[in-house]
């Protein structure tokens, strides 16, 4: 767990040594593509009518930066922001010479890595505390990168945001509310059953095989039990998540805002885990109540500094930001865990995204929080649908902007917190649902939004069945397939928008 967070300690000079022999192949082959490099960073129309390969040297290139990465992080383990924060430096200075660029960005990024590895070594003699360098980088480089940006926040850039054009078609709700309960019914009553076959030379000798069956109505107090507390819980926090990305990315007017990539869903996770660790040493005795009251203050506190950021960043810096803002959670958090205490055992597992730990109280308590909350968001259809034309429009058209933003801020923390407190922080399905949505065919919020609500549903549902059973006895983490699933589509997303 220490390595993961980022170590620069070492025992001997092998690893130094072999990084130094990386760094010197790294700086023969950008000799090699140095000229090529110079051309494509002008223009690639230009580039092409010189003859580059522009394809190949890009291919190139990112297979040399994974590379390079791969040595770093299986030597030293996760060291977050250096290359990004000592980039964004050189991009401060305004250098000419592609060159010179290169240069300094090597200079810089050893610059920080050393200040990292001498704040490290200080504070864990004042501590007594094993200090990982890697979330000390996050800790340090996240309010770098957001101070960067807001220093060049009026620089010109080509930071056109992709859109989905929707297709006008008719879209069946009610269809898809059939295909999401016959998801729901497979992971109801479909499931592996184990099956203890006798010898028949002796009784002695058994053997066990693993046969997926169809379960009857008698196994309905284990169904009850157990599988339908955790497929209820899954679809509830489905829709939270999908209707939270539904309104984050209308708000912020940017489609690639998400609970989960702007660092809200960390921020949840962050709240709980405190409240977990340091409500007792209050005095204050751990419940649902005061755990979620944590988890949503921390949230809407992201939450808050994100809308605030929105409106003084173009929408391609708001990513760095979510992204830093995610790197700074992430980074607390490897304190926590790396803390040693043995309460945080219990929770490993929820921060990878499971419906485990559900029992039929909570779960239903999230069904109506979810449908609460849904409501809520309908609710505010219209309103946000002016705001999404600009805070002036809305004015002109009576709507209260002000207290509009602070209820929907209010709303996306609490669906961020509530499904965060179930199944952990989970990755992609408020970003991709609601463009999932959109390419098929809803063009209007009004339709959107109970789309996505339904498809996000579906996702969860699947994930968390298909996650049970696929290597059962064993099981894969519902947020863990989710987001494997999610990044395939947005990478199909990304290239379809190119």
């Known amino acids: 767990m220490v390595w993961g967070s980022g170590v620069l300690t070492q025992s001997s000079w092998t690893v130094v040594q072999r990084l130094l022999i990386v760094a010197a192949g790294l700086a023969g082959f950008v000799t090699l593509l140095y000229r090529p490099l110079v051309l494509i960073s002008l223009d690639d129309r230009q580039a092409k009518s010189l003859g580059v390969p522009i394809n190949g040297i890009r291919l190139g290139v990112t297979l040399l930066a994974a590379f390079v990465t791969a040595t770093i992080v299986s030597d030293l383990g996760g060291l977050s922001f250096i290359g990004l924060g000592a980039a964004t430096l050189v991009n401060m200075l305004a250098l000419r010479f592609l060159y010179q660029r290169l240069l300094m960005s090597f200079v810089l990024g050893g610059l920080l890595l050393w200040l990292t590895s001498n704040i490290t070594i200080f504070l864990e003699h004042r501590l007594q505390f094993a200090f990982p360098a890697g979330a000390l980088t996050g800790l340090l480089g996240a309010p770098l990168i957001i101070w960067l940006i ?38 109801l009553f479909i499931a592996p059953q184990i099956q203890v076959l006798t010898s028949p030379v002796s009784s002695l000798q058994q053997s066990m095989t693993i046969a997926w069956g169809l379960s009857d109505f008698s196994d309905w107090s284990l169904i009850q039990q157990y599988r339908l507390p955790r497929t209820v819980s899954a679809a509830a926090t489905g829709v939270m998540l999908a209707t939270a990305g539904v309104l984050l990315q209308t708000l912020t007017r940017n489609p690639m805002a998400s609970p989960e990539v702007l660092g809200v869903s960390s921020g949840a996770a962050l709240g709980v885990i405190l409240g977990f660790v340091l409500l007792p040493s209050l005095g204050v005795t751990v419940s649902m109540g005061y755990l979620t009251l944590s988890g949503f203050i921390t949230a809407g506190w992201v939450l808050g500094l994100i809308i605030w950021l929105s409106r003084r960043v173009q929408p391609s810096y708001l990513l760095l930001i979510g992204v830093a803002i995610s790197a700074l959670m ?76 602070k209820a929907l801020l209010l709303l996306i923390a609490l669906l961020s917190t509530a499904s965060t407190l179930a199944v952990g922080p989970l990755s992609f399905v408020g970003l991709i649902i609601p463009h999932l949505a959109v390419t ?18 579906g996702l969860m549902v699947f994930a968390d069945w298909f996650g049970r059973y696929i290597v059962f006895p064993y099981e894969i983490p519902a947020g863990t397939l989710a987001a494997i699933v999610g990044a395939g589509y947005f990478i199909y997303l990304m290239r379809k928008l190119r």
């Open 440 to 457: 098929m065919g809803a063009a209007t919020l009004q339709k959107q939004l109970p789309l996505a609500a339904i498809l996000g549903a």
């Open 330 to 405: 992430g980074g607390v958090l490897s304190l926590i865990k790396l803390s040693g205490d043995p309460r945080l055992q219990a929770v490993l597992s929820w921060l990878s995204g499971t419906t485990y730990a559900t029992n039929p109280n909570t779960a239903w308590w999230l069904t109506v929080a979810a449908i609460v909350l849904y409501g809520c968001a309908f609710v505010l259809i219209k309103p946000l649908q002016l705001l999404s034309l600009g805070r002036m429009v809305a004015q002109g058209r009576g709507v209260a902007t002000t207290s509009t933003e």
């Open 150 to 187: 807001l220093r060049q926040r009026h620089q010109t850039i080509d930071s056109a945001t992709p859109m989905i054009v929707p297709e006008r078609k008719p879209v069946n709700i009610g269809r898809w509310v059939v295909v999401v309960m016959m998801i729901a019914s497979l992971a």
